[in-house]
């Protein structure tokens, strides 16, 4: 990627604003380990999400205060958590049947590879090494929308959406809207279709860094999200 | 009836060598590591092992590992802050692996204790995971089957107990330990405390005696969190 988009895109923080504006009030969602949990911290004001873990809770809130960790209360990445009121424990079955079942609204998760299929990988780059896999390949399936934030390319530059995923899949055909540092990008009948990209980048620019044609249908609208 | 069991050292006695082992918990929370601790002293080998995941620090089921007890792991996610004892040894094909999605994990268990040989899920379609494995379409989807989950043992954490065997849980302590309990021929539970029959509420309780064969008390249970921060070993 070059010098110039690298001064205007969008930071991690950035990209989990944008991605917290299309959850709904009301709506049940997981967050994927690591920067996709960002993305409880900006919801917007007057809608309140109900966040779902793997290991049995609905309705945690925020990291305790240092010190007053409860280690039988903890997320997924096994940190500590606290509940708000209304909060509920139950078994890793009922978990993933709640997962599987199609009763979570959302699924917001990170990735590796993303193709135009909606191909998701983000479990294993295939080099060898301890394989660890958790809770990804359930949970592409069964939400009833299934988003991915990430970086537009990999550190080196190479585009991250691809027309199709060279490293191990997590799921087939899974993922509907990718949120990334340059653009907001729907996945729709095995194709991309460009929703928004950042005012200051232009479409051929854009196109340069991805790996599979970007489609428009209708206007596409400007990515604006604010300092963080 | 009373399945109360005086000691942990008792309750992992009839654990031997070459046994299938499922270990409740999610990473340190709901893991019984009185009942790890126990069975290492009694060191049977050759086992394979049942849990989310595979051991963190130098504490419970990473210290099983390093006292090379077990021939085999079951889990989703072998990897923790300390993952040492794991790690080493499967690089160096010391010890096997059967990685499996935690929904199907979970499922599993559930299946082999509820008499369900096998099941279809989408879980894992068209990835690496599900090679082998028979697939079928329902209703235009495709999906993966999958076979039950049983061991000769479980080995669980829970809150209260009674001498009949039923059982509450604390917080998300409870994850795969409920399961885990219907799906082993024998179980036995570590409890914070032994209450009197009648006196869990039956509408408080989770797992129903029926699926429990011993309840031994370890009151001020330790947390595997709290012994990583302090660095401890075991033994």
């Known amino acids: 990627m070059s010098d110039a988009i690298n001064a205007i895109k969008l930071s991690n923080a950035q990209i989990a604003w944008r991605a917290a504006q299309d959850i709904e009030d009301g709506a049940y969602v997981n967050l994927g380990i690591g920067f996709p949990e960002m993305v409880a911290k900006f919801q917007p004001e007057g809608r309140e999400a109900i966040f779902h873990t793997e290991n049995g809770v609905l309705g945690f809130g925020e990291a305790p205060k240092e010190g007053e960790e409860d280690w039988d209360l903890i997320n997924a990445g096994k940190k500590a958590i606290t509940l708000k009121p209304g909060a509920a424990f139950f078994h890793h079955a009922d978990s993933f049947a709640m997962v599987r079942g199609g009763h979570l609204d959302v699924a917001i998760l990170g990735a590796y590879q993303v193709a135009q299929n909606g191909d998701l990988a983000n479990w294993s780059t295939g080099k060898g090494g301890v394989p660890a896999v958790g809770g990804a390949m359930d949970l592409v399936h069964g939400a009833k929308r299934v988003a991915v934030v990430t970086d537009h390319t990999t550190k080196k530059g190479d585009p991250k959406l691809l027309d199709a995923c060279t490293m191990p899949l997590t799921g087939v055909g899974c993922v509907t809207r990718v949120y990334t540092s340059l653009a907001v990008v729907d996945i729709d009948g095995g194709q991309f279709v460009l929703r928004e990209k950042l005012p200051d980048l232009s479409f051929d620019d854009l196109q340069a860094v991805t790996g599979a044609p970007l489609n428009v249908q209708g206007t596409v609208g400007d990515l604006i999200v604010p300092a963080l | 009836m009373d399945k109360t069991i005086a000691s942990v050292a008792d309750a992992v006695a009839d654990i031997q060598d070459g046994a299938t082992i499922m270990i409740g918990g999610f990473g340190g929370s709901g893991a019984p590591i009185e009942l ?108 993966v089957q999958e076979r039950w989950l049983k061991a000769d043992f479980a080995i669980i954490k829970a809150q209260l107990g009674d001498p009949m065997g039923n059982l509450t849980y604390r917080m998300a302590g409870r994850n795969f330990n409920p399961l885990m309990a219907m799906a082993a021929t024998r179980t036995i539970a570590q409890v914070s405390q032994i209450v009197a029959p009648g006196e869990i509420d039956p509408e408080q309780v989770v797992t129903p005696g029926i699926f429990v064969n011993g309840v031994v008390q370890v009151a001020n249970p330790q947390q595997e969190e709290f012994l990583n921060r302090q660095e401890a070993v075991y033994p």
């Open chain 2, 36 to 143: 790890i601790h126990a069975l290492i002293d009694k060191r049977p080998r050759d086992l394979t092992v049942i849990n989310n995941n595979a051991g963190n620090g130098h504490v419970g089921i990473a210290a099983m590992i390093e006292q090379d007890m077990a021939r085999k792991m079951v889990c989703s996610f072998p990897r923790s802050a300390d993952p040492r004892a794991f790690t080493e040894r499967y690089l160096e094909g010391r010890i096997e692996l059967e990685l499996v999605p935690q929904g199907t994990l979970a499922e599993r268990i559930r299946a082999g204790g509820a008499g369900i040989p096998a099941f279809y899920t989408p879980t894992s379609f068209g990835t690496d995971l599900a090679k082998g494995k028979p697939v079928e379409e329902f209703e235009g989807r495709s999906y």
